[in-house]
């Protein structure tokens, strides 16, 4: 009894919770919230002159690319491939990862590197965080509050309706199980989606 009864707390201890995506932005919301962080963080730096103005560079990054934010402050120059298309991910929670540069993830990167002088090195990005900058951002545009960790679901939710198969995008994710976690975590898509999809379906 004691066996059973340890047993039955260990499983309760490994279940994953399902992760609601109801509370993602839509894409206009999204690109608002682009917008919000960047005015914000420009008029931040303006009064303290800290030159860490680039919330928004990080926010779009972490959304574009599906990284953690510990892998994104990793993130370096060196690190992308520009001729072979493809940035790879050094700091991860499990192992090194590869992912191509997605055209708005590489026009984002083209964008930075040319405000840099065209030629950077050394970190991708000044500001480790943007935790606060996201939450006000979510405040001024009227969407639920989001964590900094909800642009890697955006990220993969994005793929997903896109149509990227599990397995691709469980490998864009970082992921090591050939897609049962993102099965598990990303598999229950928006409503509006799902709307779509059915009107598409037909069995005769």
């Given at each position: 009894l004691f066996q059973a009864g340890t047993l039955l707390k260990r499983l309760r201890y490994v279940q994953t919770k399902t992760v609601k995506l109801t509370h993602l932005p839509t894409v206009e919301k999204?690109?608002?919230?682009?917008?919000?962080i960047r005015v914000g963080a420009s008029q931040g730096d303006a009064v303290f002159h800290r030159g860490l103005n680039d919330s928004g560079d990080l926010f779009e990054f972490l959304s574009t690319s599906g990284a953690r934010t510990g892998s994104a402050n990793a993130a370096e120059w060196e690190h992308i491939d520009w001729s072979r298309n493809q940035l790879t991910f050094y700091v991860t929670k499990r192992d090194n990862y590869t992912i191509p540069l997605f055209p708005e993830l590489r026009g984002l990167l083209e964008r930075m590197?040319?405000?840099?002088?065209?030629?950077?090195?050394?970190k991708l990005f000044k500001v480790k965080s943007i935790k606060r900058v996201l939450q006000?951002?979510?405040v001024a545009v009227e969407t639920p509050r989001l964590t900094p960790h909800d642009c890697k679901h955006f990220f993969a939710t994005r793929c997903i309706e896109a149509g990227a198969d599990i397995p691709t995008a469980s490998r864009w994710l970082g992921h090591k199980d050939g897609g049962a976690l993102a099965m598990k975590t990303y598999g229950h898509l928006r409503d509006e989606h799902s709307q779509v999809w059915a009107g598409k379906i037909r069995f005769s």
């Open positions: 999204y690109k608002a919230l682009l917008v919000e590197k040319a405000a840099a002088g065209g030629n950077p090195s050394g006000s951002a979510c």
